[in-house]
């Protein structure tokens, strides 16, 4: 099992930062994917940014590549979202999460792919 906690959201002015955490713990390398999803209100869950854990591959979607990057210190077993030049369009609940099979390599945009998950923070931005 892999247990993942999110922190870092916030309330911030468009244009600011913001750095999400997701520190993850137990069975850690059998995770083959780990990424960010966003979720607003009556809209369905949307791909962020995935890292392959072996490789460092980095993913983006087209909406923050620019301006949102993923890092991660293994040594703290945490993967972080730097988050600059927010928009109020990037206003959503931001979920960590981690894929255990390999064929979320090649499907890592898809919420499906994925079966472990933060319990989410809140990014607002206002402008």
């Known amino acids: 099992q892999v247990q993942l906690v999110e922190s870092g959201g916030g309330l911030v002015q468009a244009g600011g930062s913001l750095r999400l955490s997701c520190v993850a713990s137990g069975r850690t390398f059998s995770s083959y994917v780990m990424g960010w999803f966003r979720q607003a209100p009556g809209k369905e869950r949307e791909f962020v940014a995935a890292i392959n854990w072996i490789s460092g591959a980095t993913f983006y979607a087209d909406s923050v590549k620019g301006r949102f990057t993923l890092s991660r210190d293994n040594a703290k077993n945490t993967l972080y979202l730097q988050m600059n030049n927010l928009r109020p369009e990037d206003t959503a609940v931001y979920y960590c999460?981690?894929?255990?099979?390999?064929?979320?390599?090649?499907?890592?945009?898809?919420?499906?792919?994925?079966?472990?998950w933060g319990q989410g923070t809140q990014v607002t931005v206002s402008s």
């Open positions: 999460a981690a894929a255990s099979r390999p064929d979320a390599r090649v499907r890592l945009m898809s919420p499906l792919s994925y079966d472990y």
